[in-house]
């Protein structure tokens, strides 16, 4: 397996336009596409559960990224593996965004503040998904 990428790649601005894109402000989605990132505005449409972007970072070289996206929905073997690949941060990431209480100290306890913006928009987002799927109005009928 190739060198697996993690979030602590990329310089500040280049996280702040991700938490932006995940906030659904295209022009930061732009920004990322444009801007050599395409990974972090399919791991942003991943998060928003767009199977296509999960698809994308899988057949481009980003698994972990889409591992990512399942981990944060708190998929078993997703977890299991960011673990087996020693992807720790992510693992501790994911955690985080899925209200872990050691996870989301961890990030507070090494004060990284930008990370903690991006976990809780994350968990904001996954609050809304859990309301929309429970919403009778908003679900799909076959």
Not at 93 to 108: H, N, P, Q, T, V
């Amino acid at each position: 397996m190739s060198e697996l990428h993690c979030l602590t790649d990329y310089d500040a601005k280049v996280l702040i336009a991700f938490n932006l894109s995940l906030n659904g402000e295209k022009q930061f989605t732009d920004f990322l596409l444009n801007n050599g990132f395409p990974e972090l505005a399919a791991l942003s449409a991943a998060i928003h559960s767009d199977t296509a972007a999960l698809q994308w970072l899988l057949d481009n070289g980003w698994p972990e990224f889409a591992i990512l996206s399942n981990a944060i929905d708190n998929e078993e073997h997703a977890i299991a593996w960011l673990d087996k690949y020693e992807c720790t941060f992510l693992s501790t990431f994911a955690a985080a965004c899925r209200k872990s209480d050691e996870a989301i100290k961890w990030f507070a306890d090494n004060d990284l503040k930008l990370f903690i913006i991006i976990i809780r928009n994350i968990h904001q987002i996954l609050l809304h998904q859990a309301w929309d799927s429970s919403d009778v109005h908003k679900r799909r009928r076959s």
